[in-house]
């Protein structure tokens, strides 16, 4: 990882994203963030996880981190991270400020992430069946309600898939 990389000034998808013609040399990289340079490259890099990429990206050791709402809300919130577009289809209720990548002009893109529970392929119907009438009565529970939605969750009610 670079020392000296360019801080991202992006405030919009349009001054952060233009792909990189085939012939370049690394063909998933992406231009980005201002820098001297005439056309700077954003290169993908692995991490160990998306907490060691968060505090780089806030560190100033990498222009910008992707990842859920649900993990950098509290980067936003205190203006450590600068949001710059959510992937959702819509705004985030967490983060109205946001424009989705649509509005942004780019439509069709759309990147979510999810959380679910699962259960063993042979786990009887019945089972599966209480578990998911079980899990979407805690979603009415305000406390939980609550907690879910203030680390920007979007909730939405499973069903079993077993014909329901």
């Known amino acids: 990882m670079p020392k000296n990389w360019p801080r991202c000034h992006a405030r919009a998808p349009a001054s952060l994203i233009t792909v990189v013609p085939a012939s370049a040399p690394h063909p998933t990289s992406l231009s980005s ?96 069946a209480r578990l998911n009438t079980e899990l979407n009565k805690s979603l009415e529970d305000n406390m939980v309600r609550t907690r879910l939605l203030s680390h920007g969750a979007t909730l939405k009610y499973g069903r079993t898939g077993a014909g329901d």
């Open 33 to 128: 963030c201002s820098s001297s340079h005439p056309r700077p490259i954003l290169r993908i890099y692995r991490t160990k996880g998306a907490g060691p990429a968060t505090i780089d990206a806030i560190a100033g050791f990498v222009p910008l981190v992707v990842d859920a709402i649900t993990s950098l809300k509290p980067h936003l919130d205190s203006n450590k991270l600068r949001g710059i577009a959510i992937g959702s289809e819509q705004r985030s209720e967490a983060a109205p400020q946001l424009a989705t990548f649509a509005e942004s002009g780019y439509p069709g893109f759309e990147a979510s992430s999810w959380w679910g529970i699962l259960a063993p392929a042979r786990t009887p119907a019945a089972i599966v």
